[in-house]
């Protein structure tokens, strides 16, 4: 079995002084052949001064995954997505903002989290409801 590795890209502790922080999250989990980048955070330019400073390439990222629409896991969004490579999976909770999938290019590969999905093997994404959520679909890695 691969090790994983999960790198904090975006949260709100400071403990490291070179990485921008602020309310929000967003991270990149490497397991396998593939690199996901989970949430980006609540400041666009925090979120990309950070990717620059931990050396991510955003060519090099297999799949996207935004837990919910909420602003503070999805600064950037359409930024972020252009700067991904034509191959990368996106994956969106089944209820997802209209606005937002508006801004995803129609030549993208756009998959809805309903339930449990499976995006390679041993690596799974599966859908909450609840409080957390405002009573809208989440997804987790």
């Keep these: 079995m691969s090790p ?20 929000g999250f967003s991270c990149l989990v490497e397991f396998a052949n593939k690199k996901i980048i989970f949430d980006t955070g609540g400041d666009k ?7 620059q400073k931990l050396g991510i390439n955003l060519d090099a990222i297999t ?14 969004f359409s930024d972020v997505i252009e700067g991904l490579n034509s191959t990368c999976e996106i994956y969106v909770p089944f209820k ?7 801004q995803i290019p129609k030549d993208r590969s756009l998959n809805f989290v309903k339930d449990i999905i499976e995006i390679d ?5 599966m859908t909450l409801k609840g409080k957390f959520c405002d009573l809208q679909e989440c997804s987790y890695v």
């Design 4 to 23: 994983i590795k999960i790198t904090i890209i975006y949260d709100n502790n400071p403990y490291l002084t070179e990485l921008k922080h602020g309310w």
């Design 45 to 51: 330019s925090a979120f990309f001064h950070n990717i």
């Design 121 to 125: 093997s041993q690596i799974f994404l």
């Design 96 to 102: 997802f903002d209209s606005r937002l999938l508006d």
């Design 63 to 76: 799949d996207i995954v935004f837990s919910h629409q909420h602003w503070d896991h999805t600064a950037g």
